[in-house]
């Protein structure tokens, strides 16, 4: 490993953590800005889901963490397939929320995938594809919404 790609991973690692920041907090610019202009998200492995564009799914987030009051992103082990100014990322979710009108905790977790690339202003993503593998206490298995 060169130190190219040392730094390429650390700048990856930091537009992930970007990327939790940015929906814990509910930021949907700062959120935006992980992706590239013309991205695609797909949210439809998590229950209730989506997938579009860009501005697309950060409206959809902004509308639906509205009944979110607190949730905590972790990213961790990261894995990295370079191809010049392009990568392809994993890297496994934990989330741990709260949502409004709910006692008990919720918790969920799976892999991302991002298609990155290397921009003008740093690493981006042009497509995030979420792999839910499980969700504890979902409000849509108590019946709210």
């Given amino acids: 490993m060169n130190t190219q790609e040392i ?3 650390f700048e990856i690692a930091d537009t992930l953590h970007r990327y939790a920041r940015a929906v814990d907090t509910k930021d949907w610019d700062l959120w935006r800005s992980v992706f590239t202009a013309d991205a695609t998200v797909d949210y439809t492995s998590a ?3 989506r997938a579009g564009n860009r501005d697309e799914i950060a409206a959809w987030l902004e509308e639906n963490f509205a009944f979110v009051s607190v949730s905590q992103h972790f990213i961790t082990n990261i894995e990295y397939s370079f191809d010049g100014d392009r990568a392809q990322v994993r ?3 934990y ?3 709260q ?3 709910m006692t008990e905790l919720s918790t969920c977790g799976g892999n991302y995938h991002h298609s ?7 690493w981006r993503s ?10 504890v206490n979902s409000p849509l298995e108590q019946g709210n919404t």
């Fill in 7 to 9: 730094a390429d991973r």
């Fill in 47 to 49: 229950p209730a889901g």
């Fill in 116 to 122: 990155m690339v290397r921009t003008e202003t740093g």
């Fill in 91 to 93: 890297a496994m979710f």
């Fill in 95 to 97: 989330n741990p929320m």
């Fill in 126 to 135: 042009e497509r995030l594809h979420e792999e839910s593998l499980w969700f």
């Fill in 99 to 101: 949502f409004v009108g």
